[in-house]
């Protein structure tokens, strides 16, 4: 049997692909249709697969990579900021760092579930030091801009930067007290609030490249209407 695991904002949706029993090898098809999922700029799905093979008494199971689909804005889309001159002042925030190591610790979490005993104890107490050194991380880079995150689409950055710091938190609690499927909540909600981040960014620079586009023609006409005078 396998199965098809897709979570998106907290809940996880479950997909038996049927295989028959007599073959030992075996390729499956799935289509994950997104439109279904009411998606947002900022929204995170997760998906990966599970085969369990048919040995009595007891099924072995093997698990899939964890993939992740970020849901991020389209090219030229418009936007609202508001930040003033602080924006300048601030210091470059390594959001896709931030995003790559939250997804490791997301996988890591899986592959510990799969363990059992010591193992298991010595991936969680890692899990829950990964967590840490990424909270310190978050933390950090928060003080270094305290007071000049900007608001885009009404969105203070700053906010969502603390409030991805305190979910990871938990996630080295959790982690700590060697709950692994407690943690996974706390460490997709983490995943969520950074991608969100990332997207604001993102669609911050675009605007500010289409700004300096702009100035650069308007001083290329002005050079051009001098020799005319």
């Given at each position: ?52 093979d048919n040995k009595e008494p007891e099924g072995q199971k093997a698990r899939s990579e964890i993939y992740f689909i970020e849901i991020l804005p389209p090219e030229g ?142 001083e290329e006409t002005a050079e051009k209407q001098e020799p005319s005078e």
């Amino acid at each position: 049997m396998a199965e098809v695991v897709v979570s998106h904002a907290g809940d996880k949706n479950v997909s038996d692909v049927f295989v028959k029993p007599v073959e030992k090898e075996k390729t499956l098809s799935y289509v994950l249709d997104l439109s279904q999922l009411s998606l947002a700029v900022g929204d995170v799905v997760s998906y990966h697969a599970v085969v369990t093979d048919n040995k009595e008494p007891e099924g072995q199971k093997a698990r899939s990579e964890i993939y992740f689909i970020e849901i991020l804005p389209p090219e030229g889309e418009e936007l609202e900021a508001d930040g003033g001159e602080m924006e300048a002042e601030q210091k470059e925030i390594p959001v896709r760092d931030f995003i790559n190591r939250t997804k490791q610790i997301i996988r890591s979490t899986y592959d510990a579930l799969g363990e059992e005993g010591e193992e298991r104890e010595r991936r969680s107490i890692a899990l829950s030091a990964d967590a840490l050194g990424l909270k310190h991380d978050m933390t950090k880079v928060y003080d270094e801009n305290e007071g000049k995150f900007p608001s885009i689409d009404g969105i203070d950055l700053g906010e969502l930067l603390n409030e991805a710091t305190y979910h990871i938190e938990q996630t080295e609690i959790f982690a700590g007290d060697l709950e692994l499927e407690e943690s996974l909540v706390p460490s997709e909600e983490t995943l969520r609030k950074l991608v969100l981040m990332y997207a604001l960014l993102r669609k911050q620079q675009k605007m500010k490249a289409k700004g300096k586009g702009k100035g650069k023609e308007q001083e290329e006409t002005a050079e051009k209407q001098e020799p005319s005078e």
